[in-house]
């Protein structure tokens, strides 16, 4: 397949764009693979792809129950970033920050990332405490992080009510730099593209309905498409982590619940950064195409419905008008919901399980979309090496019953209140 | 929005109502550890009904047993908390 190229580009203008090709093959399962991974979204094909570029394991395949990149990568809000204040998380975001750098690059597709700067505003003396301490903790690890006063947060974000009568009173911020959007969709596209130049079967319209075990090995998976053994099997559903894992009889540390997100039309240049308040749980950026994409807090009860109540729709809109007062003249173009997996800690799931040769890569809270490069590298490692990569090892299925969880927010055991 | 079955007020707007835990995560303090740590930590997280512990938290503040499907949330069992329900 050819490289894409502004050369390809302006060649194929000249012939009337006859010259496109898919940009992966519909491959039919075979009977065996080395790896097995399920789920066709951004984890599951990046994790392919690093298989096959990192560890030269090309026998692979993907299977993807509907098409790849219609779960919760088609379903985020696009934001990229490493300011997690515990070291496990921030070290393993901020590989994955230095992954996205340079993937357009590595994948030969655009994934249109924009480092814009990531924005956590404080409310209070007491948030700017809590940004701080984040600030240092992610200093100490080498990230950019930067304390911003109430003047540079109003010179960088015009449209922030910063009056002192404001419901949410803006004291200041913490930004990183380096932090921004990426397209979604591009990349599932890229991951899927190079991973198929490499020998990746991506098998879409093939549904996991059981797995095949012998003692307390799986050897392969039941489809709606037949067998198909496995050396390895991964499972790379986040969302549906529980669903799948229950298929093999695993209880994961996970409960599903709904996210919802919104957008509206398009307009002029308006929000220059990502703005986010951790106090009141609102995310605010603008799309390439001018549509401003809003989210706010989960549905907080279990459901594998992939539509929310209106009242957390409603609710993260008045957040983000309180915020910026002039999102109030916008229309809503649509919104839209996931499920995610909400973790007993807020933390990712990534390794082993109690069964041999099954793995799992779930567990993503509502922070998924970012991970995705780091998340497809250190799984790749895991799934190649059978042992876990460092950057995931904190990450352990069974750090729970050792009491080894990563709470980033220290709510404890508690799914339903992150 | 949907309306939710109390069984102490009658149907009452979800809103009112907060989801607390699956009640599979119901710990009795005399279990051994090995049995009580699946149930702090781990769901069986269905793909479909379970049963769940809710809290009437605008309203009567009571907590009822919900059995309800996680896909289409329909609500086919409503109970209140007593001695026939919890152990």
């Not at chain 1, 921004?180 to 991951?191: E, K, P, Q, S």
């Not at chain 1, 307009?267 to 749980?281: E, T, Y």
Request: aromatic letters at 8%; proline letters at 6%; charged letters at 20%.
């Amino acid at each position: 397949m050819k490289e894409y190229s502004a050369l390809s580009l302006l060649r194929g203008a000249l012939t009337g764009h006859q010259h496109w090709r898919p940009a992966w093959r519909d491959a039919t399962p075979a009977a065996s693979y080395d790896v097995v991974i399920i789920g066709g979204g951004g984890h599951g094909l990046a994790t392919a792809y690093y298989l096959a570029s990192v560890h030269g394991i090309r026998n692979v395949a993907v299977l993807e129950k509907s098409w790849i990149g219609g779960g919760n990568t088609g379903r985020n809000t696009t934001l990229v970033r490493s300011n997690y204040r515990l070291k496990p998380l921030h070290d393993f975001f901020e590989f994955g920050l230095k992954l996205w750098e340079h993937l357009s690059d590595e994948l030969n597709y655009n994934v249109m990332f924009s480092p814009r700067g990531a924005m956590f505003l404080g409310h209070s003396d007491a948030d700017m405490t809590m940004l701080a301490q984040r600030g240092d903790a992610m200093a100490a690890s080498g990230i950019d992080a930067e304390l911003l006063t109430r003047d540079q947060v109003a010179k960088l974000e015009p449209l922030i009510d910063m009056s002192r009568s404001a419901r949410f009173p803006v004291e200041g911020a913490l930004i990183q730099r380096r932090g921004g959007t990426a397209r979604h969709d591009a990349v599932a596209w890229g991951y899927a593209r190079g991973a198929d130049r490499l020998g990746v079967d991506i098998i879409q319209n093939c549904d996991v309905t059981g797995f095949v075990r012998e003692g307390n090995r799986i050897t392969g998976v039941e489809t709606t498409r037949g067998r198909i053994a496995a050396g390895r099997t991964a499972i790379c559903v986040a969302g549906h982590s529980g669903h799948v894992a229950g298929l093999a009889g695993l209880r994961l540390p996970i409960e599903s619940q709904t996210l919802q997100a919104l957008v509206t039309e398009g307009v002029k240049p308006m929000v220059a950064s990502v703005v986010m308040s951790q106090s009141l749980h609102c995310y605010i950026s603008q799309s390439d195409k001018g549509g401003i994409v809003m989210g706010g807090d989960p549905d907080a009860w279990p459901s594998y419905a992939r539509r929310g109540q209106p009242t957390i729709v409603e609710h993260a809109i008045a957040q983000a008008m309180a915020i910026m007062p002039a999102l109030s003249r916008l229309r809503m173009l649509r919104t839209w919901s996931g499920v995610t997996d909400m973790s007993f800690d807020g933390a990712p799931i990534i390794g082993a399980t109690p069964l041999d040769g099954l793995f799992l890569n779930g567990g993503w809270c509502y922070g998924g979309f970012k991970a995705t490069p780091a998340s497809g590298w250190a799984f790749a490692h895991t799934l190649a090496t059978g042992t876990p990569h460092p950057l995931v090892a904190p990450f352990a299925l069974d750090r729970f019953e050792r009491g080894a969880t990563v709470d980033e927010t220290g709510v404890g055991p508690m799914p339903n209140h992150r | 929005m949907y309306r939710i079955p109390c069984p102490h007020c009658g149907p009452r707007a979800q809103a009112e109502f907060t989801y607390e835990r699956t009640a599979e995560a119901i710990i009795d303090p005399a279990l051994p550890a090995s049995e009580a740590m699946p149930r702090l930590y781990t769901r069986t997280n269905p793909m479909g009904v379970d049963d769940e512990l809710w809290r009437h938290t605008y309203g009567c503040r009571a907590w009822v047993v919900l059995t309800r499907d996680r896909v289409t949330h329909v609500i086919s069992a409503s109970r209140a908390i007593g001695p026939e329900v919890l152990p």
